[in-house]
């Protein structure tokens, strides 16, 4: 569900004209020009995270994770009980009571099945997958159309597509850009497909499809509204980002259909969007600020610190990889200084408020933020898998660039990745490390141990048939709260597309 890394949308010859590939091939050239990655990493005189993983016997546990997690998630989409293209959050109807279609959740667990629909080459499991798609669509239609509190900013739906009328907070703006950005991706597939009626079908228009919830967002993205936590009505981070990648990637398809004024009013909000982001970061706290200008909700979470930055980082879409191979910079993607420093802010909070992240386990449990109170406050396995997957995607990055340039900023992030006191003390602010430096190689293999590291931390705490709830009891270690969470599988997946992508040089 953390959107897939993979997934590549058609994009018009001329707007990338000037956009080299970037081929598997240049990882080599980040080494000797001749051994592949893995052999690379093998060389080493530092234990590999590769190497660690089948000491531990994380690689079959992630072999058998994957197919549990596939099969689960799958479980909770178009359920028995449910209209087709509804997905559960949970099939908990109880303690917690999650037996809704939240438009977010199901936009970014939809956004995997694109992923899996792009890499599927058996012809009956892909013929599958565009079931599930297109069944999600018409759900999705279903739901706009409903009458709610909120419009598009509604976020859960009883699983016949009945808005939840009761007490919430709302809107919650994210959904509506995500689910237009899962769409577009739907569309995107359409288009590769040589089926452009498919594609306008999808684009709608102002009453209902894409461009309705591309116009929702091109209109409200000044607004505040509650976070991806339901807890806070402010500007945030997470949401904002959500909103930028619907609207760019909206102005590429209406372009492509013929619908050049929205595609000119979508690029222009984007970028108005972006100018509203930087706002976030704060020099003097040394991370980004989950959250702007609050005016309802909660009103306790002081540090304005929150693993939902992270989700928006991992968040990458084909035009940033686009961006990515160039060799320049993607806007606040995972290898970005603040979102890196961010990262270890969170990191170091977490290690030390969680009893179970005390001692020799592996990896470190990554809660919401350090305030938390629902449910206990516990460490969740969906954030926990989202770091590894922000590890795997910065690797890749700077192994695109062939540099890793070290800031102030993500300093204290980078050497805590490095296991010998003497490259720590060798690591300064300033220095551009490229793959003939020794501390280049050492970093891409931190980044890769530090990766398995949360992963063997979800294996840790997993129940026994691997099935995963929501959350990690922050003492105890096991698992509490919603069972079979969607969010879960979808995030694991992800981060394992993540991880594979960079293992294999995609």
Request: proline share 6%; aromatic share 10%.
């Amino acid at each position: 569900m953390l959107r897939s890394t993979a997934l590549l949308l058609v994009l018009s010859a001329a707007a990338w004209a000037q956009v080299p590939a970037f081929a598997p091939a240049s990882l080599d050239a980040l080494f000797d020009g001749r051994a592949p990655l893995a052999t690379a990493v093998a060389k080493s005189d530092r234990p590999s995270a590769d190497k660690a993983a089948r000491d531990t016997g994380l690689e079959a546990w992630l072999v058998r994770e994957r197919a549990v997690a596939l099969a689960r998630m799958r479980a909770n989409i178009s359920p028995a009980g449910a209209a087709p293209g509804a997905v559960a959050a949970s099939p908990s109807h109880e303690e917690p009571n999650y037996w809704y279609h939240w438009r977010r959740d199901a936009a970014l667990t939809m956004q995997e099945v694109v992923g899996l629909y792009t890499r599927e080459g058996d012809p009956a499991r892909k013929a599958e997958y565009l079931g599930m798609l297109r069944d999600y669509a018409s759900f999705a239609r279903k739901t706009q159309a409903a009458p709610s509190p909120a419009g598009l900013g509604e976020p859960k739906y009883e699983m016949d597509g009945r808005p939840f009328t009761g007490p919430w907070g709302r809107p919650q703006d994210d959904g509506p850009a995500e689910e237009a950005s899962t769409l577009i991706a739907l569309a995107a597939e359409y288009l590769k497909a040589g089926r452009p009626d498919l594609a306008r079908e999808l684009y709608g228009d102002a009453s209902g499809g894409i461009k309705a919830g591309l116009e929702y967002v091109s209109h409200r993205w000044r607004q505040t509204s509650f976070d991806v936590w339901e807890e806070v009505k402010a500007h945030h981070f997470d949401t904002a980002m959500a909103q930028r990648l619907s609207l760019l990637e909206g102005a590429w398809l209406a372009r492509t259909l013929g619908d050049p004024g929205a595609a000119d009013w979508y690029e222009a909000q984007a970028r108005g969007i972006e100018e509203q982001l930087k706002r976030h970061w704060d020099p003097a706290r040394g991370y980004i600020q989950t959250a702007l200008d609050r005016d309802e909700g909660l009103d306790y979470k002081a540090s304005g610190l929150d693993a939902a930055v992270i989700l928006a980082a991992i968040h990458r879409r084909p035009l940033d990889e686009a961006v990515l191979s160039a060799g320049q910079n993607a806007f606040f993607s995972p290898s970005d200084p603040r979102v890196l420093a961010t990262a270890y802010a969170l990191k170091r909070a977490f290690k030390a408020g969680y009893r179970i992240n005390q001692g020799d386990q592996p990896g470190t449990a990554i809660g919401r933020y350090p305030e938390d109170r629902y449910f206990g406050g516990n460490p969740w396995v969906l954030l926990t898998a989202a770091f590894s997957q922000l590890d795997s995607m910065a690797a890749r990055e700077f192994m695109q660039k062939r540099a890793i340039p070290v800031y102030k900023e993500d300093l204290a992030f980078f050497a805590d990745l490095l296991e010998d006191p003497a490259d720590r003390a060798a690591l300064r602010a300033g220095v551009v490390l490229t793959p003939q430096d020794p501390l280049f190689t050492k970093l891409i293999l931190g980044l890769m141990r530090d990766s398995d590291a949360y992963l063997a931390r979800v294996r840790t705490h997993a129940n026994p048939d691997g099935s995963l709830s929501e959350q990690m009891d922050r003492d105890s270690g096991y698992m509490t709260s919603a069972r079979d969470l969607t969010w879960n599988y979808a995030s694991l997946l992800s981060a394992l597309e993540a991880r594979d992508a960079l293992r294999e040089g995609r």
